[in-house]
Each structure stands twice: as C-alpha cells, then as structure tokens.
C-alpha cells in the first residue's frame, strides 16, 4: 500500500506560479511512476505530467509543456509539480498518483485526495 498526500494548492493570479506537492508513505520501494493529474469542474480526469520514479525523463501533457516541470525528491519520497505562467484554464483539483508496474505505463494504482488550483484572471 502506498498513501499520497497533495499540498500547495490555493488561488493565484493569471501568470503567476505555484508548486505542488505529493508526499508518498508506506510502500514507497514499489512506486515505479509519479504522475499527476487534474479535473476542472464538468470535465473528465486529465493527464498533465509523469516521472519515473527512480529517474528518467518526465512527460507532460501538450497543453502543459513549457510551462510545468515534475520533479521528484526520491530521498524525501515526494513529487513536485510547478506550474508556471498559470493561465485560467489551469483551475482544476489536481491529483498526483502512483503506478506500481512498469509494464502498463498508463496504470496509476494509488491517488491521492487532491489539492485544488485557481486562476484568476
């Protein structure tokens, strides 16, 4: 088992900035990949960003690249999101998430509660 917990969420003015973070407890020696994901109001779940969690190259979504970088502190067990020149169409509850196997990369087993973004315009 492996438990996520989301922080660093609020209100922020269009072009502003914010990072999120994941912190991973328990069976964290599991976790093969970090990702995070979001879901503004009336829309499905959408991917933005993933990294391998013992190191690789991270991955965004087209409308996040340039702007977010995920990261990842292995020795603290935690993953970063930072979202740069944040635009009103970022508002959303953003989720990072944990995938256990290497062999289904779009798997992600274990979420967290979700930390909620807000662009002002």
């Known amino acids: 088992q492996v438990q996520l917990v989301e922080s660093g969420g609020g209100l922020v003015q269009a072009g502003g900035s914010l990072r999120l973070s994941c912190a991973a407890s328990?069976?964290?020696?599991?976790?093969?990949?970090m990702g995070w994901f979001r879901q503004a109001p009336g829309k499905e779940r959408d991917f933005v960003a993933a990294i391998i969690w013992r190191g690789g190259l991270p991955y965004y979504a087209d409308s996040v690249k340039g702007r977010f970088t995920i990261s990842r502190d292995f020795a603290e067990n935690t993953a970063y999101l930072q979202m740069n020149s944040l635009k009103s169409e970022d508002t959303a509850v953003y989720y990072c998430?944990?995938?256990?196997?290497?062999?289904?990369?779009?798997?992600?087993?274990?979420w967290g509660q979700g930390t909620q973004v807000t662009v002002s315009s």
């Open positions: 328990g069976r964290t020696d599991t976790i093969y990949r």
């Open positions: 998430a944990a995938g256990m196997d290497s062999n289904r990369p779009g798997v992600f087993d274990y």
